[in-house]
């Protein structure tokens, strides 16, 4: 990898890294330890590291790195930001030719409360796709710059927005305080973006679409609704469908878990494909169970999870040839 191509795939990395010379003075550092360090990238550079991180009892320890030339790890460190924040952070200390040294900073995750088999199950996942998206998002930027055509212009900016909205839903399962962010969302919209996505596949399926333009927007968070949608479509192509139709309509006194919403929107997810096996139909919505032996388990209970956080609820009607996933989203208020 080259020095500019290292260098974009640096600054996309959820991790913290810091360069810093022979005389411990930042040389460069990247946004995600500027951001926790709360200071401004350009400000940093030229400060000894020493200030930056408020003097740590380790400092010696980087020297001593710098000196033997041989990597060090420490555990358990208490990082103080610029305004007082404190996080506990793993640090690792690699020496460079130059000579330099690079400090990887890795926050340790808060205690949480007891969550949920899947949830805790989404935390790791989420914890393991961050830097592979930054990977991803970095090379993507490269190729937009590089290419003169404007149709792969346009496809590496859909990698982009979709590594984005990724990485933004994986730094909301790690904190145990990822509430939706809620705003008015068009659902006509994410299904628009969704067929996007599907189309731009190597070997697209099928689409229809059966709106009703009548529909008001609902109150949402759009980037959970869009992975909502997203698992759902993706579900029915790798288990055989070759036409997905997206259908919207509006029910009235739905029952969504323990309350009956006057006014609901549906959203139909529709394919051709061979139906949910009967064995999987009583737990086709538990986290790690899947009908693929490639299969991870854990697309339809996101799915559930998400619509359950916005008041809503996913149900299923299968049979060969034919299965439908329809999404209950409440618009309004709701009673007992």
């Known amino acids: ?14 991790t913290g890294l810091v360069l810093v010379d022979a005389d411990l003075r930042v040389q460069w550092i990247n946004p995600a330890l500027a951001e926790l360090l709360e200071i401004g990238p350009r400000s940093a550079v030229g400060q000894p590291l020493g200030l ?4 740590p009892a380790w400092l010696a320890q980087a020297e001593r790195v710098l000196a033997e030339q041989r990597a060090l790890q420490l555990r358990g460190i208490n990082l103080v930001s610029a305004r007082g924040g404190e996080t506990m952070v793993d640090i690792s200390l690699q020496p460079l030719d130059g000579p330099s040294l690079l400090l990887e900073v890795h926050p340790l995750a808060a205690p949480v409360p007891a969550a949920s088999p899947l949830s805790a199950t989404l935390r790791g996942f989420a914890h393991e796709v961050k ?4 990977g991803l998002r970095g ?20 990698v982009i927005a979709e590594a984005d909205r990724l990485a933004s839903l994986a730094n909301r399962l790690l904190h145990h305080d990822g509430a939706p ?3 008015s969302v068009n659902i006509h919209e994410r299904l628009e973006r969704l067929s996007d996505l ?3 596949e190597p070997t697209p399926v099928q689409l229809r679409h059966d709106y009703d333009p009548s529909l008001p927007d609902v109150w949402g968070d759009a980037d959970r609704l869009q992975q909502l949608l997203l698992n759902l479509a993706r579900n029915a192509v790798e288990a055989g469908a070759r036409t997905l139709t997206f259908r919207t309509r509006i029910e009235h006194g ?4 323990e309350r009956i919403a006057r006014t609901a929107l549906r959203v139909d997810v529709i394919d051709d494909g061979p139906g949910v096996p009967a064995s999987m139909r009583d737990t086709l919505f538990e986290p790690l169970v899947s009908g693929r032996a490639d299969g991870t388990g854990l697309g339809l209970a996101l799915a559930r999870e998400i619509a359950r956080e916005h008041g809503g609820e996913l149900r299923y009607a299968s049979r060969s040839g034919e299965t439908v996933f329809s999404l209950y989203l409440p618009i309004g208020p709701s009673h007992d």
């Open 52 to 55: 930056l991180l408020h003097e």
């Open 198 to 200: 599907l189309l731009a």
């Open 181 to 183: 962010r809620l705003a």
């Open 1 to 14: 990898m080259n020095a500019l191509a290292w260098r974009v795939w640096a600054e996309q990395l959820t």
């Open 254 to 257: 739905v029952r969504l878990s």
């Open 139 to 158: 090379a993507a930027q490269l190729l937009q710059r590089r290419v003169g055509d404007e149709d792969l212009k346009s496809l590496a900016g859909l």
């Open 131 to 134: 830097n592979p998206l930054a």
